[in-house]
Every structure is written in structure tokens, then in C-alpha cells.
């Protein structure tokens, strides 16, 4: 079976404005890569996402503020860095679309697992709050829907993302069907992530790493994410596929190379064949160097092609 590449051209229409480092040529260079590999990929389009779906994890009010603050013309802040244009409304329910389109399609076997190619992306966005670029999280209403609509209750959120998914940890910190994991760069944006903070049910794993972590001492500190992979025996993966822990991103000082996301990738599809039968399903979050993001991600679905 082939990989998945969930993506529409909605996404390049979400403009935030000259020199905002989340760009519409990111999904841009992401996706015409990948079309040397055509053969290899089945390209789908996103769904329309049943809005009941957006309520488990974000609140009524907060769903219904999002649809009323895309502006008719120029730019409106639902935080400080996070900004929304008129072509963002679509842009914003086809990211969310994607991951339901990717899971379905991993679910009904017209793929064997899948990527997503998305902007904007999610894993800052909290239960009642945009930030950090982000203003659905879409892979927790990914886990979600997982839940929801399939039953599961074992999922296994990887971000690997060099900040932190406070987003994500919010929402799940409580729910013992979602296992977060997170590696990011610490202290640094947003300031959460410290390995503290657990989840209720042990269901959080943070690995704080320092400025200036270089490929060997991630790589040995990934150790402990496939340790508790193992340990919890995940039905269905989801990555939170953040490309700026790379060493030429500008946003972030940690010192990963392209080929590092091969072995990130690898080694965890490795730790969790047994459980989760192949299927998993990533979404594209950070990484604002436009050569670094080819390369990355080029990388991590070669993994995924592998698989
Ligand atoms: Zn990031």
C-alpha cells in the first residue's frame, strides 16, 4: 500500500502578512517535492469537518468566535502572532479536514498511513485560545475523532515540534486514552514542558532538551519517547511533524540535520508496529527554514513510505 499526502491549495491563501515566518511558500515547497514521488503517493483532498467534531476539543464559543473572526479584507490578531486574512477561514477547516480525511483514509485502507501538508497548524492552540500561529488544534481533534468515532482508547500523540504542544497537553493532560510525548527546546516558547508536568494519569512524557542539542544527544534522549511507546502500547499514532528543531531553522537553536527526521521517524514506527498495525497519521506543524522543511519532511516520509 502507498502513503497518503492529505493537502489542498486553500492552504496557500492563508496569508499572515510579509515576513511572517508561517508562510504559504512552507506547504508550497513541502508539496512540490513530494510530486517527484508521485507513484509512491495517493493524493487526497480534505473533508468538510462536521463541526461536532471541533466540539470535543475546542469549546461552542470558542468554534463559533473562530468562524466570525476571519476578516472580509486585511488582517485581524487573535493573538499577537497569530493572524488571520480572508482566505484563512478555509484554509483554517481544511487543516482540521486533513487529519479526519488522513484517518479515514488510514482507516479504510486506501493508504497505508498518511501525511499531512497543512498551515495552519495546531499544537499551540488550547481548548479556548489561538496562539503561537496556531488556531485549531488539529491533531488533538484528530485523537479525538479517534476516539469518537472509532473507539479507540489508546493513542499516541509524538511531537517532535522544537516547541512545546501546550495546546495538545491541555486538552489531553486529563484523558487517559491520549498519551502525549513531547520533545522540545527548554526553556523557550510557549514555557510550558517541563518534565513536571505528567498528565493525570501518566500520560504526559515532556523531554526538555537545552539550546544546542545536537543530533546524538536528541537521538539519546529519544530513547526514553520508544521506552514509553513500548510501555503503552499505542492502537494508533499521530506525530505533531514539526520540522524546526532542524539546526538552519531561524526560530529555535536546536542542531538537528534533514536525515535526523529519517531516524526520528524509523525508530518509532519500529517501536510500535506490534501495537498499532502501521496505522499512523502525520500532521505538518513547524519549521520556517523553506530548504530545511523540503529536506525534512522528504526524510520523514520516506520513513513513512518504508513502513
Ligand atoms: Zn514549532
Redesign the pocket.
Known amino acids: 500500500m502507498k502513503t497518503g499526502i492529505i493537502t489542498t491549495d486553500s492552504f496557500v491563501n492563508h496569508n499572515t502578512g510579509l515576513g511572517h515566518p508561517e508562510r504559504a511558500d512552507r506547504v508550497s515547497v513541502i508539496v512540490e517535492n513530494l510530486k517527484k514521488f508521485e507513484k509512491k503517493l495517493i493524493w487526497k483532498k480534505p473533508t468538510t469537518v462536521d463541526k461536532k467534531f471541533l466540539r470535543i476539543t475546542h469549546s461552542s464559543n470558542y468554534v463559533n468566535m473562530i468562524e466570525n473572526s476571519f476578516p472580509e479584507k486585511g488582517f485581524s490578531y487573535l493573538d499577537g502572532d497569530t493572524v488571520v486574512s480572508p482566505g484563512s477561514k478555509k484554509a483554517t477547516f481544511d487543516a482540521v479536514g486533513s487529519i479526519i480525511s488522513a484517518i479515514d483514509g488510514v482507516i479504510n485502507k486506501d493508504f497505508k498511513n498518511a501525511f499531512c501538508a497543512v498551515r495552519p497548524p495546531g499544537h499551540h492552540s488550547e481548548q479556548e485560545k489561538a496562539m503561537g500561529f496556531c488556531i485549531f488544534n488539529n491533531i488533538a481533534v484528530g485523537a479525538n475523532y479517534l476516539i469518537s468515532k472509532y473507539k479507540y482508547k489508546k493513542i499516541a500523540i509524538i511531537d517532535f ?3 512545546h504542544g501546550n495546546g495538545t497537553q491541555d486538552i489531553f493532560f486529563n484523558n487517559e486514552k491520549v498519551l502525549y510525548i513531547s520533545t522540545h527546546q527548554y526553556p523557550y516558547y510557549p514555557g510550558s514542558g517541563s518534565y513536571k508536568e505528567k498528565g493525570k494519569y501518566n500520560n504526559v512524557l515532556n523531554i526538555p532538551l537545552p539550546a544546542g542539542t545536537n543530533s546524538n544527544e536528541y537521538l539519546d534522549a529519544y530513547e526514553h519517547v520508544l521506552k514509553k511507546l513500548k510501555e503503552y502500547k499505542p492502537e494508533f499514532v499521530l506525530f505533531s511533524a ?1 520540522f ?1 528543531a532542524h539546526k538552519d531553522d531561524p526560530l529555535a537553536q536546536l542542531q538537528l540535520t534533514s536525515k535526523d527526521y529519517y531516524k526520528i521517524t524509523k525508530r518509532t514506527l519500529d517501536s510500535v508496529k506490534n501495537y498499532c498495525d502501521g496505522k499512523v497519521v502525520s500532521i505538518l ?2 519549521g520556517y527554514d523553506l530548504n530545511a522543511l523540503k529536506e525534512s519532511s522528504q526524510y520523514h516520509i520516506n520513513a513513512l513510505l518504508e513502513f
Open positions: 515540534d522544537v516547541h514539526g524546526d506543524e513547524g
